[in-house]
């Protein structure tokens, strides 16, 4: 099935030293069909980088998340990647989590495929036996934490605009149980449930002192502290490393995989309701209108609509 | 089985508006049948504040517990009621803890009935729908401690006398599992492990560097904040909260609603073992004799023999 | 069985008053079947203060393990003894984790008894009904970490030479499910979740500042520090003290021995491997060349070697 969903759009993928520099597709950035991801593999140091350039704000679309999906996968099964680090190609966001419109006025059926990506990119980053560094360069709300969170390590520039959270709640949705088992794992349960009944947003001193981050470096540093830190994580041989992450996950993975299914139903329930769909609807009408008036978006639930409107 | 124990007592009632104000209250301190609890509602901004005024140190009797809980559950029925904020109206002291004399000298059903009410307190603020803040206006031992750990947020007086923790092992008895995984998820497994050993009780200062408070703020401050706090967790969305602090405390939740009958039985096996009745016996005699002496009690639950005796 | 493994090798014993002191057991170094601990017992107080003195670095060989079981069940089944601490008599180190010749170029069969002893210190440790204080006076890396976390409190040497955690990445093996639950315990997933990884070893101040240890004081304090934390602990009731501990621990315990022979032969078929016996051998040599060499050895998973060699 997770193939099935992967296979079907086999074709937009950007892996490979020949892919696509963030140069080149920012001068794409009009071309709808032109590569989300660009990945930048050394076969030297044994790391990829990747880098996530869906303008504006890198909205974790169904599409922007099967790329980076089939991304993932090709690296996991190049045993010369070791390590990976994510980051983002535009300016002043890793990425404005989970596309809103992905999640209204759709079909059910959309909304299951969409969920099933989801959960996908999840499974992949977070049981990657590869070594994963989140380098932030920018804001990091809902999707974008989480999936900042999957990885092993977290460095983010230490600009006081950018936040990072789980901010559902402020939006009037859930985030769900494998959302919230990866924030208590990083934070603790504390930590986890006042953040995720706030919908908490955090900048980057905040984050660090709680533990949602491990670093906060100058902006123009994140990338060289995330390629330092892997050659720390790489010194240690791959097999009892991978062994080790795997038994402090696999616990909170197999609540998932044992529980796919139903939380695709689960979810697919919840955003077909009219009271969310009409909360999302009035969330959508008020951020085109802000828009409109040119006001600076300072969460980045605000920003993810421009992704796609 | 729990409504019955509810009904049972529930002529005594003091909820809605017309209740007593705590001036009235303390008017009445001698009455015996006087309201434990005076619950002021706010229509205007969905709030209610429910002080404890049970003389002379708020200990949780049978009866004063059962009404607690049925003070709690009909503000829960009351849809116009989002927030709850719980603070006493006795000087120096939130709560001393489980009235000691409830556990002494009396029946096996007797301590039954009273095992079932402490859970019942427990489930009912725990698993609230309710935004539920604890102004701790005062020293919060043993059940006082589990009481405020059962909300959503707590703030303490900034007083160096006033002290909070589970102290159950100082008094040679156990705390129960359940207030055990309510410490555990409130400051970690290491730190419970420790303050449960050692029946540590901390000031306020202490408190809040181990994360059993939120914040602590100066002693005419208290409710204030606590108000201030209460606008800013009723920004969220009722129902995307409710639902979120549900996944974060149903798992808990869960193993003591399974396991209350088993509960109840393995408390009175324990009180009515003749070394534990001893023990009491002796420790309140103790207390009588201090108190005849005239000297300050120190830890609550040396005032908790006051409140009965 | 497990009585059966103590009982092979239970003339070893130096539990008692009539034990060696440290003084004795030094000029008995070189006598290979010299205890290999020795146990003070002061009635007056029911403490007993173990020291491990198996030279030159307290490496845990099968039979300093074997020793150090029978020693603490004799203690444990001594109703007036109600606390140990553990220290080591070796300059410099505490214990060097687990003898790496145990693992290395032996029959399975050896593989499994060695495997069984250890989980047998854990759990004879980590199970104690006594108050348990390490007072770590040298590096303890790797199983000298375990034995350090199995107890109740850690007061650790301040010399920043020292280190403690668990390495066993490092070495290109895992550390077992068991020591990572005991780690996660004390120190919560997230700070586990890096450690383990990384195989890092903290000095005193960092492992303070994680909570592997609970106080850092000059190294000539250590013994005493541990002797007054110890009445402290002391003063709380002995079986309301015990039960608390028990809640606490017990569902990492039972884990153990619920897999205790699935997890002997996880290990036997680990170590089994061609790969891994290679990994140890190569180590192995590099270690005695360093040695050659005369360097000074730095973490102590480097000692473990000397121990044995």
Chains 1, 2, 3 share one sequence.
Not at 49 to 78: G, W
Not at 246 to 270: C, G, Y
Request: a positive charge.
């Amino acid at each position: 099935m997770v193939k099935g969903l992967l296979s079907q759009r086999s074709s937009c993928s950007s892996h490979g030293r020949e892919c696509a520099t963030p140069v080149l597709a920012a001068q794409r950035r009009n071309n709808s069909t032109a590569p989300k991801i660009a990945v930048e593999f050394d076969q030297s140091t044994g790391v990829a980088v990747m880098r996530l350039q869906s303008p504006p704000v890198n909205s974790l679309s169904l599409d922007f998340i099967t790329e980076l999906c089939i991304s993932v996968e090709k690296l996991e099964m190049d045993k010369s990647c070791r390590g990976l680090i994510l980051t983002s190609s535009q300016p002043k966001v890793f990425s404005a989590g989970l596309d809103i419109t992905e999640m209204y006025g759709k079909s059910p059926e959309h909304y299951g495929e969409f969920w099933r990506a989801v959960q996908e990119m999840w499974l992949k980053i977070y049981g990657s036996s590869m070594v994963t560094i989140a380098a932030i360069n920018g804001s990091s709300p809902a999707g974008g934490c989480l999936m900042s969170m999957t990885c092993d390590y977290r460095i983010m520039a230490d600009n006081p605009r950018y936040s990072i959270g789980l901010n559902e709640t402020q939006l009037g949705i859930v985030a769900p149980f494998w959302f919230k088992d990866t924030m208590t794992n990083t934070v603790g349960h504390r930590t986890t449930e006042v953040a995720l009944q706030l919908g908490l947003l955090y900048n980057p001193s905040e984050a660090l002192k709680i533990g949602l981050v491990d670093q906060v470096v100058p902006e123009d540093q994140v990338l060289a502290t995330a390629t330092q830190t892997m050659t720390k994580w790489l010194a240690i041989p791959d097999h009892a490393r991978a062994l080790t992450k795997s038994m402090m996950r696999k616990p909170t993975i197999d609540k998932l995989t044992s529980n796919r299914e139903a939380d695709i139903q689960h979810f697919v329930n919840f955003i077909t309701k009219d009271s969310i769909q009409k909360s999302l609807g009035i969330y959508m009408a008020m951020l085109k209108k802000r828009r409109a008036r040119g006001q600076r978006a300072h969460v980045l639930s605000v920003t993810r609509v421009w992704g796609s409107s």
